[in-house]
């Protein structure tokens, strides 16, 4: 058997015991999680330092660099992501329905965890503890594959917060950890049928696309993210700056970072020039497209590749467009799926743009850099689902459940 069978032969042993686990006692254990994660601080951000030297040494983009860093302040919001879930309501054991039948039985849905879930991850370490966190407290085991690029930071994390759980009385082997950089254990974690019960990819496309090729386990895609901010013609041009400036570059490396942006042409001699001067200066590589480059000639020309592209760095592509209905028909058309947004002050306008694109969320005059778990209120979140089945958008506790029917009669037998 060889040591990742072992590791999720644990973990779904775990799995049986920890779905029926008290509440008081998962809280109890992110509690200690938390503790433990803010007294190993230095443990935790010197192992870091490791991953972010061979980061360099590799060449890893600033904007990657930036999601794989650690620091005391990340550390932190680590352990607060584990507290938020304290306070959340356990999801296990939940009725959502019930109802009688003429012949008196009562039927009903209850909520039960997934069983064991198993995250392939890239250069993230705090997707380390969300997932850890969220999963023990929907009373699920975990199987953890982070990317090569943190590894020393996924052991450490890894190796603070399960001695901490099982030490609050969380059955040993719930949160397993993929230690090896080798790829071919990635492809065997994804075909663990008799072990996993669905397999989470977070990251970007090629990830993505290397899971779909390869896994048996059943698959929830979260991640890529090509996403728009749309500004109309009757928009607040100085709303529609501050929104498209933060969208790209409050953190270009995640998901929920905008990728495009799209212009009326009613207000693209107007807005253009001092949006695209913004982005420049704060570092930003625009493309565009000839009526943006004709505008503002310091653009580059964009390629057909630009507009399906999730760059997750310090670059966007820009299109001047006839509408609304062209926006929509190029979101739809290049979008991923994840977070679209529009700028206007046009009522009509809004909830065409609410109703017609096809996206997991859709804003009206805000970031789409708000995709996320803690911003919806659902505390740390596994990460943001762009498919329809089983969940979509932000996968929080209830996200991390299915259900099972009860049925309850007085003697029924069926004629």
């Known amino acids: 058997m060889s040591q990742l069978i072992e590791q999720a032969a644990a973990a779904k042993k ?6 029926h686990l008290a509440t008081g006692i998962k809280d109890q254990a992110l509690e200690a999680m938390a503790v433990a994660l803010e007294e190993k601080e230095d443990y935790i951000i010197n192992a870091n330092a490791k991953d972010l030297k061979a980061g360099r040494e590799k060449g890893l983009s600033a904007a990657l660099l930036d999601r794989l ?25 939940e009725i959502i329905s019930m109802w009688r039948r003429p012949n008196g039985l009562q039927v009903g849905q209850m909520r039960v965890p997934l069983g064991v879930i198993g995250i392939i991850y ?5 997707v380390t503890v969300d997932a850890a966190g969220l999963c023990l407290k929907a009373g699920n085991a975990v199987v953890l594959r982070g990317g090569s690029e ?11 917060i399960s001695q901490a759980a099982t030490a609050a009385g969380i059955p040993a082997g719930a949160i397993q950890l993929i230690a090896t950089t080798d790829r071919a254990a990635a492809v065997e974690m994804m075909r663990l049928n008799d072990y996993i019960d669905v397999l989470i990819p977070r990251g970007g496309s090629r990830l993505i696309e290397t899971v779909i090729e390869n896994a048996t386990v059943p698959i929830i895609q979260t991640g890529i993210g090509n996403c728009h901010v749309y500004v109309d013609g009757e928009a607040d041009l100085e709303m529609a700056e501050q929104i498209a400036y933060n969208a790209k570059t409050h953190r270009p490396g995640v998901c929920n970072a905008a990728e495009s942006l799209l212009v009326d042409r009613l207000v693209a001699d107007q807005f253009l020039p001092p949006i695209i001067k913004a982005l420049e200066e704060g570092g930003v590589e625009v493309r565009g ?20 592209t999730e760059y997750l760095d310090y670059v966007i592509s820009v299109k001047v467009v006839d509408g609304l209905d062209e926006a929509i028909e190029h979101i739809n058309k290049y979008g991923t799926g994840h977070s679209e947004a529009i700028v206007t002050e046009n009522y009509n306008r809004a909830r065409r743009f609410l109703e017609e694109i096809d996206a997991a969320a859709v804003y009206v005059n805000v970031s789409t850099r708000f995709t996320d778990g803690f911003e919806f209120g659902f505390g740390a979140e596994i990460g943001i689902s762009t498919q329809k089945l089983h969940t979509r958008g932000p996968m929080g506790l209830k996200e991390l459940t299915t259900i099972k029917y009860i049925i309850l009669g007085s003697g029924q037998i069926r004629r």
Do not use: F, H, Y
């Not at 990340?74 to 296990?92: F, I, W």
């Not at 497209?289 to 399906?308: G, L, M």
């Open 289 to 308: 497209c000839p009526e943006t480059k004709k505008i503002c000639p310091s653009v580059k020309v964009a390629q057909e590749e630009d507009w399906a």
């Open 69 to 93: 860093a650690l620091d005391s302040g990340r550390v932190a919001a680590m352990a607060e992501g584990l507290r938020t879930l304290q306070s959340l309501t356990d999801p296990v054991g």
């Open 14 to 19: 775990a799995a049986g015991a920890l779905a």
């Open 122 to 126: 890239e250069a993230r370490p705090n």
């Open 150 to 160: 943190a590894i020393n930071s996924n052991r450490a994390i890894v190796k603070v």
